[in-house]
């Protein structure tokens, strides 16, 4: 069965920073991408950052580029979320979720499995 | 807002047939990139409801279905079910930004 359990998140101050860590089970891990999505409270899914299964390629959403790092492990079937310099509109919770291939291809990213999301507040 | 454009709530009562529309564009649905839809029931993650436009992964029930035509695509639910009241979003590409994957706003689902 796979599952991605998350951890990290909680309460941080405008200009501070956090670790959003992920760890997979039930999947060879280094054979999906692995993305990072987000929901502000009231607003919809935002796309934030995805990561390929060798770990080689990286994209991020313009909001975020610059300040938040992806990462995996794959000796760990972890992959995470530095967070840095966030500011108030990155109050949201954070799901990290699997992509169906290993490679990223932007036009056909589809989400298979989804982690159960972590709060992050960030206030001024 | 996003470029793929959701009613923010539809209802049905039991037993009932209700549809989400994904308003969209010739930069993205339009343009023949595929249409996802996802579910995410209350304090649950979400989970994928179906892929590439009218497929549904195993396990999902075929009261759940998707379309897709032109510049927008559906998502119909029908017998509605109590335990179909969730927040329902599509996804797609859009050639017109600079990131991959984009998500409606999603659509709130009450079962009346």
């Known amino acids: 069965e796979v599952q991605l359990l998350q951890s990290g998140g909680g309460s941080v101050q405008t200009g501070g920073s956090l670790r959003l860590p992920c760890e997979a089970s039930g999947f060879i891990f280094s054979n999906n991408a692995m993305s990072w999505v987000r929901q502000a409270p009231g607003k919809g899914l935002e796309w934030v950052s995805v990561i390929s299964g060798s770990g080689t390629k990286t994209y991020y959403a313009d909001s975020v580029k610059g300040r938040f790092t992806i990462s995996r492990d794959n000796s760990k079937n972890t992959v995470s979320l530095q967070m840095n310099s966030l500011t108030t509109e990155d109050t949201a919770t954070y799901y990290c979720a699997r992509l169906t291939d290993s490679e990223v291809r932007p036009v056909a990213m589809l989400f298979d499995f989804w982690g159960q999301g972590t709060p992050v507040t960030v206030s001024s | 807002q996003s470029v793929l454009t959701q009613p923010p709530s539809v209802s049905g009562a039991p037993g009932q047939r209700v549809t989400i529309d994904c308003i969209g564009s010739?930069?993205?649905?339009?343009?023949?990139?595929?249409v996802h839809w996802y579910q995410r029931l209350p304090g649950k993650a979400p989970k994928l409801l179906i892929y590439?436009?009218?497929n549904r992964p195993t396990g999902v029930p075929d009261r759940f279905s998707g379309s897709k035509s032109g510049t927008s695509a559906s998502l119909a639910i029908t017998g509605l079910q109590t335990e179909d009241e969730a927040d329902y979003y599509c996804q797609s590409y859009d050639s017109n930004l600079s990131g991959p994957g984009v998500f409606g706003g999603g659509t709130k689902v009450t079962v009346l």
């Open positions: 590439g436009n009218t």
């Open positions: 010739t930069f993205n649905i339009g343009a023949g990139y595929d």
